[in-house]
């Protein structure tokens, strides 16, 4: 597009977060400062992955955003078309065919491949921030590897609920070393994260933040031994597709309390009806 | 400084500015023993605690530590790591005021717990067994364990910091006028508390008070303080029955007895 830089960003700019990104990737899971930008879009719609996104961009790549595992939401619509325009790259709503992946609140259902790379949008990159109000406090907690106070919130969910009530955020061990929030994936995600070949590079524009886990890396969710995680899913197949191993978005489909279930992942679940597979709804739609 | 003792202070000076809190202190302090500082408001006693505990650094002397397997560690030296993981693990802080080191905002139970899993505890089952067993040993309701600590009274609140401070089996617990916002009736059960535990589970504690009977009902020995100068030290009950220096003699006497 005329008048603006490759991807939008100045190459200085690039250049700073490109530095951001190799630190972040010598240290996983370490958050690393850097001049966050701003950028034609408002904080907490993905300033920190649309800048993260730019710096690793090439003219080669093939781009794919999602929100909320789908392709044609707002947010995924108009990064996607933003940087169609300002980059000229190539897009995709295909998985397999991408080779960048920008993403909020989901991680594909499809595993990823060690030349792609999952870039996400990460609203609070602290993971004390609840639990700690300095942030001088947890800079040290982090230093020290001091993280008791992450348990004792598992504790407390524990004493109060019986179980471990996070659902999604849920907070990961990175290389056996740094507490990280894996941005709001929901909880059924994080085995995902664990030796995902993929490279994971994490950016947080309001906070500032960048951090990263390199291809098969370590990551654990916190737990207790005799309360082991859990992912959570819906119990139900998705209505589409019949598909019982996905991660499931409850639809309201009419004001009588009908509730339908479907893949929150829209490219999953495409390519699972173009193979033939059918969920409840396309079979009552079969006999209408 | 002889062989055997746990902590060692030589020459400590501390001023803040203009104003002196500390003049070429020694402090010798043996396994299992109870030394009480005694002093009035501003005599340095705090800043002593503060000093020997490697939360102040002082202008001058050094302050040797001996770990379980008999090294001794220059506290000021230590890297931040190091002393960190001796506060939560062989050392203890008792404040005067438990809000400063209770979580107000956490369970009974988490506020217990939150030491053993600071070290590693990963089982929930033996977290809470231990939670529970300390609770009841410091005389808190073993149904309170969920209680939040805003409910708790204040002789509560004092003896729950007591359990989370005591749960890791501390070598030496540092106690910063551990009675002093407490009515006298609480007191003396606290008090009879922390004697009965001290001695069984044979911790070693600077007890800093400016109150004489408590320093006369706990501990062995006793510093008295004056201007930030140690101008008395000597076995409890030899100090406060026959005190030397006038600044001793005149508290000892300004102690009512009812």
Known sequence: MKGYNFAYLDEQTKRMI????????????????????????????????????ASVLGAEDVLKVIDQGADDTTNAVSIRRFFARTAGVRTTTHTADATVIQTRHRIPEQTLRDDQIIVYQVPQPEPLFRLEPSRIETRRMHALADYGLMHVKLYEDIARFGQISISYDYPVMVNHRHLMSPSPIPAFDNPKLHRMPALQLFGAGREKRIYAIPPWTEVRSLDFDDHPFRPIRAPHPCGLCGATDSYLDEVVIDDRGGRLFVCSDTDHCAERRAAGHVGSEGLKEAAE | MSDDTLLSARGLSLSYGALTALVDVDVDLWPGEM????????????????????????????????????????????????LRTLHRSDWGFVHQDPRQNLRMNVTAGGNVGERLMAQ?????????????????????????????????SGGMLQRLQIARTLVTHPRLVFMDEPTGSLDVSVQARLLDLIRSLVTRLKIAAVLVTHDIGVARLLAHRIMVMQRGRVVETGLTDQVLDDPQHPYTQLLVSSVLHA
């Not at chain 2, 089982?123 to 005389?139: D, K, P, S």
């Open chain 2, 35 to 82: 030394l009480a500082v005694v002093g009035e408001s501003g005599s340095g006693k705090t800043t002593l605690l503060n000093v020997l505990s490697g939360r102040l650094t002082p202008d001058a002397g050094a302050v040797w530590y001996r770990d379980p397997s008999g090294h001794l560690h220059d506290v000021h030296a230590m890297p931040a790591p190091a």
């Open chain 2, 120 to 152: 590693g505890a990963r089982h929930y089952g033996n977290i809470r067994e231990q939670a529970l067993n300390w609770l009841t040993q410091v005389e808190i309701d073993a149904d309170r364990i969920d209680d939040m600590p805003r409910t708790f």
């Open chain 1, 18 to 53: 490109r530095r951001a990104l190799l630190k972040a990737v010598a240290i996983p899971g370490h958050q690393v400062p850097f001049g966050s930008r701003e950028m034609p879009l408002p904080y907490g719609w993905g300033t920190g992955g649309i800048q993260v996104t």
